[in-house]
């Protein structure tokens, strides 16, 4: 039994805070929001120099890490600083091209300068896996899709985005589906891009007898895209960590220094047990992501469980510590211009990534497991 | 960072779950899941068979005659005696007077009394709480005067578990009336067959007899029963309720209880199918269960930390807080699993060798009483609204 990071891992965490923490303040990570592709290709760049990119792929997929842990440590550091850069794109695209085995030129993947993105979600399908309604047609070798497809993450800007769509079926089968890669010059591919609530981008895609390529051999591809969908929320729920740990700090150093009725409000009782209580349920939340970091590397029902309970435990817990650090700050927490609320968005729209907290504990429920 | 058992860990679970396989009656276990009330002798055949291999003192030093294990042995031992439905061990000699004698006792008080806890001589009772003074502790108001190589006792002394076994008290007395009233307190070990100790029952609302109320009138103590300094007591006190804190979150109980409750939604119908079937109730379940698998890493990650020569602290309140809601919301499906089987109340069933018919299935009858009275559990120990005051200070800076 051991929670400590090792030795390799903390130093991975210490690089990636030290740069966050110098060289993306909000006011750059406002900025790089505010970009027609949503994000600073400097600050990506540079952090891909730094290696945090490699370290969320395997080395057989060019990556220097990979393991839950890798992810638990990088994405909890991204969350602490509200990283709009396109880290969860990266890693869902090339987790998706991995998991099919198909051959890759993974260096520049993993350097980051060939950017991913991963199309999956289509209009009406929820938090549905296997629902897919695009169809993937062959005509010998090559392959051409039409469907729709919604919400892809940072796909606007993306130089290559892995599709799933359908070869035969109807719309819920969990057999007949492919993942194709789609280069984001492709004929027949246009892309809608906007903004996410929280600040980050995303984008429609439309899709017409656009040419891709298959990824593996296309027909069988639920489990990969299940495979996909939890390192995403894997991936989100390590980010919500960090950005649970920012809302924490912050509220408790302005119930230390806001003063009303002639003391610091942090005197009052009301509001020191809803700060306990905050505390509480991120150590909670951590205990539960921990787990599921843990048992990530070893895929089975005790994994799966241990990571629908920490995306359940994440998005219940995500949405007091977003309200509650809201309203014990009062009225400032209700302005743009304050650092606080931007964590608190993010935290709360997680869990419209990847199944939200009633899906992760319908999934739970089905598992058997211990005690 | 692994969230594995190592492999000699895991021998020494399988040491402990075998022992306690070919040592525990099945009768005792019974009664222990079953809810039943449990006699003296069965707590104390347990504490025997469990210093037979020195394993009842499991956190005191290996000198005193402790096994020396470290936090996660300690876990595990916990965990394994819980889930097969072994007795609590007692804690007020074992694991609350044993360390406080260990660290602030006279050699002749050690020598004299740890013996006689480990062998089941003296049965200990906590005299700590009062009528006027429960989590404002330090206003306690029974009072210890110094007459000559006595002091003399007059107070009175409640919520004193058990105290109706008990040969012996740990007593906070108050024996500085001037200073602040965390100095003027001091800790006297009181025999229970003194003149002027009197124990009434106290009947808690689940209609079981436990806790009892002690009164002290005119009590002749010896002044060598004083344990440490006078007016230091307070300090001894606190040494006590945070010594070892690393079962505080009562995991090993509640994943009982989570079995338990699994078992019943099983039995338990609804519409013609399992209640555990139910999604609603099925929804509850699975937000407890996973309540539940986070406590158990949180506990963990806290006992690791202690492992490492750091102490609990003030994670072990918010380990209360947590282990004491997910207990109490355990209790609180329990009940509700049987709808208005939960309703009937037929106390003899939980006496000794009663051979009546239960009303209902045999798992039904504790269930609602279990439930008042788990309601303790967020009360006593320092209530968790206590509990958040400590942290708000002390990992806080409120």
């Known amino acids: ?96 091209i991995r998991e099919t085995g198909a051959a890759a030129d993974w260096e520049p993947i993993a350097e980051g300068r060939r950017r991913l993105a991963f199309a999956h979600s289509e209009p009406g399908g929820r938090f549905e896996t296997a629902h897919v309604t695009t169809r993937a047609v062959a005509e010998g070798e090559a392959w051409h899709l039409t469907g729709a497809k919604t919400v892809a993450l940072n796909a606007d800007a993306a130089d290559a985005i892995v599709v799933s769509a359908r070869l035969d079926g109807a719309a819920q089968d969990p057999d007949g589906l492919g993942l194709f ?105 951590r205990s539960a992501v921990m787990l599921a970091a843990g048992l990530a590397d070893s895929p089975g029902p005790d994994a799966a469980r241990a990571l629908h309970a920490a995306k359940h435990l994440v998005g219940r817990v995500g949405r007091q510590v977003a309200e509650e650090a809201i309203q014990l700050h009062g009225g400032i927490a209700m302005t743009w211009e304050y650092d606080l609320p931007h964590f608190a968005k993010r935290l709360v729209m997680i869990d419209h990534l990847f199944g939200d907290t009633d899906h992760h504990l319908e999934r739970f429920l089905s598992l058997e497991g211990a005690p | 960072m692994d969230l594995t058992y190592t492999p000699e860990e895991e021998a020494f679970r399988a040491e402990v779950r075998a022992w306690i396989a070919e040592t525990l009656p099945a009768e005792l276990s019974a009664k222990v899941r079953g809810h039943k009330r449990l006699s003296k002798q069965d707590y104390e055949f347990w504490h025997a068979r469990l210093q037979s291999r020195t394993w009842l003192a499991w956190h005191w030093p290996v000198a005193h005659g402790g096994p020396g294990w470290g936090p996660v042995q300690k876990h595990i031992f916990e965990e394994e005696c819980i889930a097969a439905g072994a007795p609590r061990i007692v804690p007020f ?53 110094r007459e000559g190589d006595h002091y003399v006792v007059n107070g009175q002394k409640t919520w004193t578990t058990l105290g109706h076994h008990a040969d012996w008290l740990f007593c906070l007395c108050r024996t500085d009336a001037e200073a602040k009233p965390q100095r003027g307190i001091s800790f006297l070990l009181i025999d229970m067959r003194t003149p002027g100790v009197e124990v009434r029952p106290i009947v808690t609302l689940d209609g079981e007899h436990e806790v009892n109320e002690v009164w002290l009138t005119d009590v002749r103590v010896p002044a060598e029963n004083l344990v440490g300094e006078e007016n230091m007591g307070w300090t001894y006190a606190k040494f006590l309720l945070s010594y070892e804190r690393t079962g505080i979150a009562g995991v090993a109980y509640s994943k009982a209880a989570v079995g338990h409750l699994r078992r019943v939604a099983e039995a338990q ?39 490492q020569g750091r102490s609990p602290g003030p994670e072990a309140s918010l380990l209360k807080i947590k282990g004491t809601q997910v207990r109490q919301e355990a209790t ?43 309601r303790k559990l967020s009360i006593y120990g320092g209530s968790n609204e206590i509990q958040k005051n400590i942290v708000a200070k002390a990992m806080l800076g409120l």
């Open chain 2, 93 to 145: 000699g074992v694991n609350m007077l044993g360390p406080v004698l260990i660290e602030f006792g006279s050699e002749a008080q050690k020598a004299h009394y740890l013996p006689r806890i480990l062998d089941g001589t003296d049965w200990w009772a906590q005299g700590y709480s009062e009528p006027g003074a429960g989590s404002d502790l330090a206003s306690l108001k029974t009072r210890a005067v």
């Open chain 2, 269 to 307: 119908q609804k519409d013609g199918r399992p209640l555990a079937q139910d999604p609603f109730f099925a929804a509850r379940m699975g937000r407890l269960e996973i309540d539940l698998m986070a406590m158990e890493i949180f506990n963990l990650r806290v006992v690791a930390a202690a492992g």
């Open chain 1, 181 to 285: 890669l789609v280069e984001g010059t492709a004929p027949g591919l246009t892309r809608r891009g906007y903004g996410t609530v929280e600040g980050g981008q995303a984008a429609d895609l439309t899709l017409t007898q656009a040419p891709a390529q298959p990824l593996g051999r296309p027909g069988q591809a639920l489990p990969v895209i299940e495979t996909v969908l939890a390192r995403g929320a894997l991936a989100v729920s390590a980010e919500a960590l960090g950005l649970m740990e920012v809302c924490k700090d912050t509220t408790l150093e302005y119930l230390k220094t806001r003063s009303q009725f002639g003391r610091p409000i942090g005197a009052f009782q009301a509001l020191q047990h809803r700060m306990v209580d905050m505390l509480l349920e991120i150590e909670q939340a």
């Open chain 2, 332 to 374: 609180d499906l329990l009940r509700r699993a049987l709808g208005p089987g939960a309703m009937p109340y037929v106390p003899e069933q939980f006496d000794e060798g009663w051979n009546g018919e239960p009303v209902g299935p045999d798992y039904a009858g504790p269930l609602a009483r279990q439930y008042f009275n788990m």
């Open chain 1, 1 to 96: 039994m051991d929670f400590e990071l090792s030795d390799e891992r903390r130093m991975l965490a210490e690089t990636a805070e030290r740069y966050l923490a110098a060289e993306y303040p909000m006011a750059r990570r406002h900025k790089a929001a505010a970009e027609p592709a949503g994000f600073d290709r400097a600050a990506w760049e540079e952090m891909a120099e730094l290696g945090l990119v490699a370290a969320l792929l395997p080395p057989e997929a060019g990556g220097l890490g990979g393991r839950g842990e890798d992810l638990l440590v990088v994405f909890e550091r991204l969350g602490r600083a509200a990283v709009v850069e396109p880290f969860l794109a990266q890693l869902l695209g090339a987790t998706a």
